[in-house]
Structures are given as C-alpha cells and as structure tokens.
C-alpha cells in the first residue's frame, strides 16, 4: 500500500520560512517524479513544484519561483519543499504526490498517489 506523509505545517508569519517534508512508503520512489501543489480555501488545488526522479531537473510555479526549492533523498524516501520568503497568499494545504514515469507534470491528474496534506498559514 502507497502511503505519502507530509509533515512540517504550522503557523509562521509573513517572511517566515518552513520546510515541509513528505515520506513515501509502498512504491519505489527514487523511479518516481515527486511533486507539491496546494489548495486555499475555496480555490482549485494548484502546481507548487516539480522534482525529477534522480532530482536532475526541477520546474516551480511561477508564484513560488526564487522562493521555494524543492528536493529529495531517495536514501530516505522523502521529498522535502524548503518555503522561504513566505506570504499570507502562500496559506493552503500543501500536499505531495508521487507519479510513475520520468516526466515532470504540472497537472494534477497526472499523479498517481497523493498525501493527506498540512497547513500552511502565514500571517500578516
């Protein structure tokens, strides 16, 4: 069985910094493209960012770009996303997902398992 487990979420205030972490257990995971999007309340779920399989290219959403970074350890099944410079419209749900493959994706379709999520509030 496929678990993602994110953790790190919290309350931080405006150009704070939090570093979120996502466990990966049941699926092979340095064969799989990690990626992070997020949801605000009553918005559509959107692309955060991307990491490829031996963590050689990465892609950010525009918003989050010079700001976040993502990574990963495949010796620890984890992918981590490093926020910095953090805004109150940064506050969503961040969730992980793993997809099978060697292309990045931006599409949420496109992901084969997902986490639960954590919170992110950043205030003003």
């Known amino acids: 069985q496929v678990q993602l487990v994110e953790s790190g979420g919290g309350l931080v205030q405006a150009g704070g910094s939090l570093r979120l972490s996502c466990a990966a257990s049941g699926l092979t995971f340095s064969s799989s493209v990690m990626g992070w999007f997020r949801q605000a309340p009553g918005e559509k779920r959107e692309f955060v960012a991307a990491i490829t399989r031996s963590s050689g290219n990465t892609y950010y959403a525009d918003a989050v770009k010079g700001r976040f970074t993502i990574s990963r350890d495949n010796a620890k099944n984890t992918a981590y996303l490093q926020m910095n410079s953090l805004k109150p419209e940064d506050t969503a749900v961040y969730s992980c997902?793993?997809?099978?493959?060697?292309?990045?994706?931006?599409?949420?379709?496109?992901?084969?398992?997902w986490g639960q999520g954590t919170q992110v509030t950043v205030s003003s």
């Open positions: 997902a793993a997809r099978t493959g060697s292309l990045i994706s931006t599409t949420s379709g496109q992901y084969n398992y």
